[in-house]
C-alpha cells in the first residue's frame, strides 16, 4: 500500500502543489491583512490540494493513451496500470467532492463559486487536442488561485486580486511554453497542439519572456498599489533574478536544463514571493 501511495504522489506530480499553493496563501493574506484565521488557512490549503489532485488524476486519465507514445511519459500508463485505472478514478471524485466541502467551509461565495475550477480541470485535458492556447488556459486556472484565496478571507469583490491573477497566469503560461519544448516532434507526429508546434522554438521563447514580463509588472503594480514595503521589494527582486536565470538556462542549454528551470526556479519564484509579502503585511 505504500508503495502504491508513493506511485500515486509521483504520477499526480504531489510536490508541485508548491507552484499555485503559495499564490492562494497570497491572496489570503492580503485580503486579511496578516495571518488568517486557522480554519480559513486550514480549509484553503484543503481545497487547494484536493483540486489540483483530481486535476492531475483526471488529466492522467485522459491522456494514457497519448502518455504511453511518448517516452518521455511512457512511465505514467506504468502507474496507471499498477494503481488501475477505476481506482484512480475514485480517486478523482473523492478529491472533487473534498474540494467542495473545504469551499463550503468557507463562505457561501467560495462554495458558490467552486464549479468553475472544477470545469476548468475537466476541460483542459482535451485543449491540447485542439489549440495552442492550452497554455493560456492552464495559466487561467492556475491564477484564479488567489483570488480564491482573496475571498476566502473577504467575500467581497476586488480589483487588488486581479493583479495576482494577471501574474500567475502569465507566469503559469509562460513556463508551461517551455515545458512544452520537450514535445515539440512528439507533438507533430501526434497532432497535438501547442504554442512551439504552432509557431516555433524561438517564438515560443519570445513569448514566454514576454509573459514573464507581465508577471513582474503585475506584481510590481500590486506593490506600488498596497504600498508594500523593503521585504516584498526585497522578494520582488530576488524573483526577477530567478526568472532571468531560468531564461538564461533555456536559451543556453535549450530542452536539456528545462527540469532545473521548470522546477527548480518556479517553485521558489512562488515561495518567495509569498514569504516576503506575508512578513512585510504582518510587520506593516
Not at 7 to 24: D, G, M, Q, R, T
Not at 149 to 163: C, E
Amino acid at each position: 500500500m505504500l508503495n502504491k501511495i508513493t506511485v500515486f504522489f509521483n504520477l499526480i506530480k504531489f510536490e508541485h502543489s508548491l507552484f499555485a499553493l503559495p499564490f492562494a496563501y497570497l491572496g489570503l493574506f492580503l485580503a486579511g491583512g496578516g495571518f488568517p484565521q486557522f480554519h480559513i488557512f486550514l480549509w484553503v490549503t484543503v481545497a487547494m490540494v484536493a483540486i489540483r489532485t483530481s486535476a492531475m488524476s483526471l488529466n492522467r486519465l485522459i491522456d494514457q493513451a497519448i502518455d504511453e507514445k511518448n517516452p518521455r511519459t511512457k512511465q505514467r500508463g506504468d502507474s496507471l496500470r499498477m494503481l488501475r485505472r477505476p481506482v484512480v478514478w475514485v480517486i478523482t471524485f473523492v478529491s472533487i467532492a473534498i474540494f467542495l466541502v473545504a469551499c463550503a467551509q468557507l463562505n457561501p461565495l467560495c462554495f458558490a463559486l467552486s464549479p468553475i475550477p472544477i470545469l476548468f480541470v475537466w476541460i483542459y485535458p482535451s485543449l491540447k487536442k485542439i489549440t495552442w492556447l492550452s497554455h493560456l488556459f492552464l495559466g487561467m486556472i492556475l491564477g484564479i488561485a488567489p483570488y480564491g484565496g482573496w475571498l476566502a478571507a473577504r467575500a467581497q469583490w476586488s480589483w487588488i486580486p486581479v493583479l495576482l491573477v494577471l501574474a500567475v497566469a502569465a507566469w503559469v503560461s509562460g513556463f508551461d511554453m517551455f515545458y512544452a519544448l520537450q514535445d515539440v516532434e512528439f507533438d507533430r507526429m501526434e497532432n497535438l497542439k501547442s504554442f512551439p508546434v504552432r509557431f516555433g522554438v524561438e517564438k515560443a521563447m519570445v513569448a514566454a519572456r514576454w509573459l514573464h514580463g507581465v508577471t513582474l509588472v503585475a506584481l510590481g503594480a500590486l506593490g506600488v498599489i498596497l504600498r508594500l514595503g523593503f521585504w516584498y521589494w526585497t522578494g520582488w527582486l530576488v524573483i526577477v533574478g530567478l526568472i532571468v536565470q531560468e531564461h538564461r538556462l533555456v536559451s543556453r542549454f535549450g530542452v536539456g536544463k528545462i527540469n532545473e528551470a521548470f522546477f527548480n526556479m518556479n517553485a521558489w519564484v512562488s515561495v518567495i514571493i509569498f514569504i516576503a509579502t506575508a512578513i512585510d503585511v504582518t510587520l506593516s
